[in-house]
């Protein structure tokens, strides 16, 4: 090889590792890719009772899917079946009491009234005629004006105790007053109300599911005491899933309320998904620090933003990252 032909070749490996070094310094100035992770979460439900008792039953387990309604778990209560109990014999109590003041007097009591008014009026109507005769003699001067005063006096004591008579067989005949038949019927309501009220706890010992979804966790098991409102089991919605990440203020004008943006999910495959803003925090929840030169630097507010898919995603659930890459 002469030297002429040596000289090219020198030439050429030249312009290449030159052509190189340009390339890779273009890589190098080129900024490098943002990357932002997410994580998926969604609606969880706390099934709890309204009362405390002992767990009897669970009819789910962890992992199993149930739909709105479906039984969940028994619960054991003797003390709220003792209250209903004494409610149902209060509301019985109270019945009596109404019939009692709805019916009135026993029919042997109107006619005992009737028996001593009709002894009154008679002894009433003697008084007046003995009276009357005694009052004629008077006059006569064949009885002294005393014992006409006497039959005079025992004829109104007669007759007003013939008024009193006849007025307590009204009273009889009548039966109750009106405010006491109303005093009754309104206690009748108050006992059934309380009845229905102890129903209502007693309904709560058959613990259903309030919402479709997934058991994520059973938090307690059968023989438990577990008091009211305490969490039975845990549901998760699974058809109510989103994406929640943490981003920095100076990466939200790409993230602003209804921007689309796709995302990969390493537990689907990497399967990238449309992403749509669905809420971004009105208020930033902590700050990093990022330095912008040897002198000193600035904190940058973290907002939290959550997104959701465009549709339905296969396999997605709660947990899994979410990666979005930005140039």
Do not use: C
Request: aromatic letters at 6%.
């Amino acid at each position: 090889m002469n030297q002429k032909t040596k000289g090219i070749l020198v030439l050429i490996a030249g312009v290449a590792v030159l052509g190189l070094l340009g390339l890779a310094a273009l890589l190098l100035a080129r900024p490098a890719p943002e990357t932002l992770q997410g994580e998926a979460d969604a609606t969880k439900v706390d099934v709890a009772a309204k009362i405390a008792g002992r767990v009897a039953t669970i009819a789910v387990k962890e992992g199993d899917s149930v739909k709105k309604g479906d039984p969940v778990a028994t619960l054991e209560s003797p003390e709220i079946r003792a209250r209903l109990d004494q409610a149902e014999a209060a509301k019985a109590g109270a019945e009596a009491q109404s019939r009692k003041a709805d019916n009135g007097a026993r029919e042997e009591e109107i006619r005992a009234a009737k028996s001593q008014w009709d002894r009154a009026r008679h002894a009433a109507d003697l008084a007046e005629v003995t009276f009357g005769r005694l009052d004629r003699l008077a006059r006569d001067g064949v009885v002294p004006n005393q014992r006409r005063d006497e039959a005079e006096a025992q004829w109104k004591t007669s007759r007003d105790a013939a008024d009193a008579a006849k007025a307590m067989y009204d009273l009889a005949l009548a039966g109750a007053r009106r405010e006491d038949r109303d005093t009754a019927a309104s206690l009748v309501s108050r006992a059934a109300g309380a009845v229905d009220e102890v129903k209502a706890f007693l309904d709560e010992t058959k613990v259903s599911s309030p919402a479709a979804g997934e058991v994520y966790r059973r938090n307690v098991e059968p023989g438990e005491i577990v008091p009211a409102g305490f969490p039975i089991v845990t549901l998760v919605d699974l058809s109510d899933v989103w994406i929640t990440f943490q981003v920095r203020e100076n990466r939200l004008e790409r993230l602003k309320m209804g921007a689309t943006f796709p995302a990969r999910f390493p537990g689907l495959g990497n399967e990238e998904v449309p992403l749509t803003v669905s809420f971004v925090a009105p208020q930033g929840d902590f700050a990093t620090w990022r330095s912008t030169s040897a002198q000193g630097g600035f904190d940058l507010k973290t907002f939290e933003v959550r997104a959701r898919p465009a549709k339905a995603v296969p396999g997605l659930r709660p947990g899994m990252s979410a990666v979005v890459t930005w140039r």
